[in-house]
């Protein structure tokens, strides 16, 4: 079996030359899928893996625009159309330097299987581009988001693709980019998620993501017999992700005492409380400044400069940054201190090693195709609202986000319980998010 695993994603690698982070996604998913495929022979004889491997599309574009100095730039952009066999695709826009098509293609392959797992009608997709917001004008920005939805806008639509944020892509970018689109298609159509409230946006999408990674997060505490009350939790990011995430462990009563970003990460050995979440929002999304400011306002805390927010004794870990964030020597550490739970709130945050340790020591781990799929299923009730054109309330939002996120609890417990004591989330999501897409896959052909 081991062979045939490797013969698998040799076969990909050899496809997708230097592709790293894509090769690493798909190695995840084909260790649990080809033996469960051996066991279901009419999706191995239909090659339903390979064919999800493979992009149902890709575009690659060049974005031209000018900055205030009135100098001509070029930035390099995509948008990978990985999977619509179950909807439109449906996935974020990063911009960030790093942005390249072996990240957006991983990120793609996860988006099918976490839009699988959320029971709505969406298809998995991916985009954005190597431009760099940070230090950019709201002049400069606004220009870069109308020329690249000049060339986005030929290939999305609410029926074929509906995109929404990610990194570098927030509030702001989204509505530059939704009027752009409006103004060359002359319509007011849903096709972006992450909207502002006044022109189709959903309440609590802003916070789905880090809330849903909690709700997940508390779901498999109460599966372990155990609760989230009174957990010390070690977060790293600062972004939107990270600060919902403290802020749903406030509400449920845990004790969030890290926080981080590029620089390094905070240590605050009194927890994190509402007062402080404030300063972080402000800090970030105001100011845009660094998180070593936050020692300098609050000195019980401590700035560790480039270090990682896993050296704390903590009861659960959610890495919320950035992918492979969570290296194999920072999760010993944690299991060391007695860690119990590592909760993915970013897109394939721990390294392949680190989930390997992490599974043999049977220590409770979610990957973000399961955990962090609230942010994508509160896209797709924005969708819905879009659709119907009536908004619902938070308080009718946050149901459904916690009914999703229990229900995405339920089908990876399914196929992942192991024993009495111990359910294998990795195993458990990998499956539920491929048997939706491959039935989908068998019944509409060679397609």
């Known amino acids: 079996m081991t062979q045939t695993i490797e013969a698998f994603v040799e076969s990909i690698a050899a496809k997708n030359s230097g592709e790293s982070e894509f090769i690493q996604a798909v190695r995840e998913v084909a260790e649990v899928i080809i033996p469960f495929n051996e066991n279901h022979p009419k999706y191995k004889e239909a090659n339903i893996l390979e064919r999800m491997c493979e992009p149902e599309r890709v575009v690659i574009f060049r974005v031209p625009w000018v900055d205030d100095k009135g100098t001509f730039r070029i930035n390099r952009a995509f948008r990978v159309q990985m999977n619509s066999a179950i909807g439109p695709y449906k996935g974020g826009l990063r911009f960030h330097p790093t942005v390249n098509l072996s990240i957006l293609k991983f990120l793609a392959f996860e988006q099918v299987f976490k839009n699988s797992l959320t029971t709505l009608s969406m298809g998995g997709g991916k985009g954005g581009s190597d431009f760099d917001p940070k230090g950019k004008s709201d002049a400069e920005v606004m220009r870069f988001c109308q020329s690249f939805m000049t060339e986005l806008a030929k290939h999305i639509g609410g029926f074929t693709d509906v995109p929404a944020g990610d990194i570098g892509v927030g509030g702001r970018e989204i509505g530059y980019m939704f009027g752009q689109y409006k103004r060359l298609r002359n319509e007011f159509a849903g096709v972006l998620t992450g909207k502002g409230l006044a022109y189709g946006g959903s309440l609590i999408r802003t916070e789905a993501t880090g809330y849903g990674v909690?709700?997940?997060?508390?779901?498999?505490?109460?599966?372990?017999?155990?609760?989230?009350?009174?957990?010390?939790?070690?977060?790293?990011?600062?972004?939107?992700?990270?600060?919902?995430?403290?802020?749903?462990?406030?509400?449920?009563?845990?004790?969030?005492?890290?926080?981080?970003?590029?620089?390094?990460?905070?240590?605050?050995?009194?927890?994190?409380?509402?007062?402080?979440?404030?300063?972080?929002?402000?800090?970030?999304?105001?100011?845009?400044?660094?998180?070593?400011?936050?020692?300098?306002?609050?000195?019980?805390?401590?700035?560790?400069?480039?270090?990682?927010?896993?050296?704390?004794?903590?009861?659960?870990?959610?890495?919320?940054?950035?992918?492979?964030?969570?290296?194999?020597?920072?999760?010993?550490?944690?299991?060391?201190?007695?860690?119990?739970?590592?909760?993915?709130?970013?897109?394939?945050?721990?390294?392949?090693?680190?989930?390997?340790?992490?599974?043999?020591?049977?220590?409770?781990?979610?990957?973000?195709?399961?955990?962090?799929?609230?942010?994508?299923?509160?896209?797709?009730?924005?969708?819905?609202?879009?659709?119907?054109?009536?908004?619902?309330?938070?308080?009718?939002?946050?149901?459904?986000?916690?009914?999703?996120?229990?229900?995405?609890?339920?089908?990876?417990?399914?196929?992942?319980?192991?024993?009495?004591?111990?359910?294998?989330?990795?195993?458990?999501?990998?499956?539920?998010?491929?048997?939706?897409?491959?039935?989908?896959?068998?019944?509409?052909?060679?397609?």
């Open 214 to 447: 909690v709700y997940f997060a508390n779901e498999v505490l109460k599966a372990h017999g155990q609760g989230i009350t009174g957990k010390i939790c070690a977060v790293s990011g600062s972004g939107n992700v990270a600060q919902y995430t403290i802020e749903k462990l406030l509400h449920l009563g845990a004790k969030p005492v890290t926080v981080s970003d590029s620089e390094g990460h905070i240590y605050d050995p009194d927890g994190i409380d509402e007062e402080k979440l404030a300063f972080i929002k402000a800090l970030k999304n105001e100011r845009r400044g660094r998180i070593s400011e936050y020692a300098e306002v609050y000195k019980e805390a401590i700035f560790n400069k480039g270090i990682t927010p896993w050296h704390a004794k903590v009861d659960l870990a959610f890495p919320c940054a950035t992918q492979n964030e969570l290296p194999v020597e920072d999760v010993r550490m944690l299991i060391d201190n007695g860690c119990i739970g590592v909760f993915e709130g970013a897109n394939m945050p721990t390294t392949e090693e680190a989930i390997h340790l992490i599974r043999e020591k049977r220590v409770m781990f979610t990957p973000g195709k399961a955990s962090n799929a609230g942010g994508v299923a509160t896209s797709g009730l924005e969708m819905t609202q879009n659709s119907i054109r009536i908004p619902w309330t938070r308080e009718e939002v946050d149901s459904k986000l916690k009914e999703i996120m229990i229900s995405i609890h339920e089908n990876c417990e399914k196929y992942g319980r192991v024993d009495d004591t111990y359910v294998d989330y990795v195993k458990g999501a990998n499956i539920a998010g491929y048997v939706k897409v491959a039935d989908a896959m068998l019944a509409q052909g060679h397609v």
